[in-house]
């Protein structure tokens, strides 16, 4: 029932850009901060990006994230095989004071 | 370093219960909201349940109210997850999760996870 819908999957050649989009609402993105988390299988979701545009301790440069409105968005550079992995993005519900999860993003390196 | 590890998982009837627990360390536990996240073979996480530092608040998703209780512990560095009346549909495995900031009405996203403990609601 996640209301953060992102494109099922976006592919690139390595060294190239992929960007991932993600559409709320007013009452999720255009209140809250976002979050972008990379997954692979087996593991544990990590954070890529936080209040929209940062980045933790240890996270490349090569991921960016931004907001507009009711939309973020995620810019991965420089694609590497390793980069190949479930992206999520995440942010507060406001209306109903909870946190959602976006539909999630394959990432596939040509 | 920050370190989350859950135990409690394992295999249960429909109707029956789980207590999950997460013991952390490596940070001020008692400056951070803590968060539980599950996720199905081949899903989505799906955020399940979130308690401000203090305690005081407790969230949750709405189709978890009523049959989970979130707490947590801040002299013993644990949160605990208590679950009643599982169903098939709880079936996941269950993360432990840290805010990454200390709001208090609600939660930012999630920095340190724990390496997950699997929940199986079966006959």
């Known amino acids: 029932q996640s209301v953060l819908t992102q494109p099922p999957s976006v592919s690139a050649a390595p060294g190239q850009k992929v960007t991932i989009s993600c559409s709320g609402s007013?009452?999720?993105?255009?209140?809250?901060?976002v979050s972008w988390y990379q997954q692979f299988p087996g593991t544990a979701p990590k954070l890529l990006t936080y209040?929209?545009?940062k980045r933790p301790s240890g996270i490349p440069d090569r991921f960016s994230g931004s907001k507009s409105g009711t939309s973020a968005t995620l810019g991965i550079t420089g694609l590497q095989t390793g980069d190949e992995a479930d992206y999520y993005c995440g942010a507060w519900e406001t209306s109903v004071s909870l946190y959602v999860f976006g539909t999630g993003t394959k990432v596939t390196v040509l | 370093e920050v370190q989350l590890v859950e135990s409690g998982g394992g295999l249960v009837q429909p109707g029956g219960s789980l207590k999950l627990s997460c013991a952390a360390s490596?940070?001020?536990?008692?400056?951070?909201?803590m968060t539980w996240v599950r996720q199905a073979p081949g899903k989505a996480p799906e955020w399940v349940s979130g308690?401000?530092?203090?305690?005081?608040?407790?969230f949750y998703t709405d189709s978890v109210k009523g049959r989970f209780t979130v707490s947590r512990d801040n002299s013993k560095n644990r949160v605990s997850l208590q679950m009643n009346s599982l169903r098939a549909e709880d079936t996941a495995i269950y993360y432990c999760?840290?805010?990454?900031?200390?709001?208090?009405?609600?939660?930012?996203?999630?920095?340190?996870w724990g390496q997950g403990t699997l929940v199986t609601v079966s006959s």
């Open positions: 007013r009452s999720n993105i255009g209140l809250n901060p």
């Open positions: 209040d929209n545009d």
């Open positions: 308690i401000t530092a203090s305690g005081a608040s407790t």
């Open positions: 999760a840290k805010d990454y900031r200390r709001a208090v009405t609600d939660l930012g996203g999630f920095d340190s």
């Open positions: 490596g940070f001020n536990f008692t400056k951070y909201p």
